[in-house]
């Protein structure tokens, strides 16, 4: 590989981390709160709202259904309202964000639906109100799956980035496709595939690790 190349593989690599990291942490702010919702809003929650349950969840199972690549599409004219450009790894956050925060509403929001029910009326009992049952309950017995499950978005965000470098993004995929696929550079695809391994990889064992550390039950 030229050392032109290795640069241009260096900085791919900086573009795919601050998309993934910018991402991944905008789906955390915005999905944890909205899986709180779902769960405090279901029947029998600390907030019991159905209708307000039921488009909640519509709205989340809207986004989750459509593909990513039609969503990078789709959002165009929201990212250069927002960005002021359709491409370059700035521009890429917003879908790939807002890909990410229904996606991780729903891995927390199963993580949140296993805290044990007697927990929760127990604090009810001692007259907590809704903000003390989630802030010492919910989130704290159920933080090893909302880490594991933030730890497989930003898995997820990894090859959605890549993706997105199918329409400009830049990052990993965009340095493989115009480099190692449209012009032919073999050690180019192989580098990209090998750092993206690397990648997650060690996301997911760091993930793995802290999660194993939060894990009262261990």
Known sequence: MSPILFELLLRSIWETV??????GLISLVFGLPLGLALIATERGGIAESPWVNRVLGAVINGFRSVPFIILLVALIPVTRLIVGTSIGTWAAIVPLSIAATPYYARI????????????????RAMGGNRWT???????????????AGFTVTLVTLVGASAMAGAIGAGGLGDLAIRY???????????????????????IQWVGDRLVARLDRRG
Do not use: K, N, W
Request: charged share 15%; with cysteine; proline share 3%.
């Open 108 to 123: 927390a929001e199963v993580s949140l639906r296993e805290v044990d029910h007697g927990l929760i009326e127990a604090a």
């Open 18 to 23: 601050l998309m993934t990291a910018a991402s």
């Open 180 to 202: 190692g696929y449209q012009r032919f550079e073999t050690s180019v695809m192989i580098a990209v595939v090998i750092v993206l391994i690397i990648l997650v990889c060690g």
């Open 133 to 147: 049952i989630i802030r010492e309950v919910l989130v704290p017995e159920a933080l090893p799956g909302i880490v």
